[in-house]
Nanobody
Framework: QVQLAQAGGGLAQAGGSLRLSCAASGRTFGINVLAWYRQAPGKQRDMVASISGSGTTNYADSVKGRFTISRDNAKKMVYLQMNSLKPEDTAVYYC?????????WGQGTQVTVSS
């Protein structure tokens, strides 16, 4: 089993920055893809960014150029640096780890961006 503990988030002004972190514990051997998702009220949960075990990254078009995903395998951490925040970024953010066909989710953290 894998447990994901999130930190960061909170309130930011439009144009500001926030950094999210996610720490993995438990049976973490073999985890491949790490990702960040977000879900706003009334909307589906969508992938924001992902990073493979080899370091290949993918971003949603809505955040490309503003958000950066990174991982530290030695520390078993994944991060999401969010710059140039927009009110449309307001959502609950979740980290996710994949191992084979299994998915593990963090508890979620609220990010609110004011106008």
């Amino acid at each position: 089993q894998v447990q994901l503990a999130q930190a960061g988030g909170g309130l930011a002004q439009a144009g500001g920055s926030l950094r999210l972190s996610c720490a993995a514990s438990g049976r973490t051997f073999g985890i491949n893809v790490l990702a960040w998702y977000r879900q706003a009220p009334g909307k589906q949960r969508d992938m924001v960014a992902s990073i493979s075990g080899s370091g290949t990254t993918n971003y949603a078009d809505s955040v490309k150029g503003r958000f950066t995903i990174s991982r530290d395998n030695a520390k078993k951490m994944v991060y999401l640096q969010m710059n140039s925040l927009k009110p449309e970024d307001t959502a609950v953010y979740y980290c996710k780890a994949d191992r084979g066909s299994y998915q593990y989710w963090g508890q979620g953290t609220q990010v609110t961006v004011s106008s």
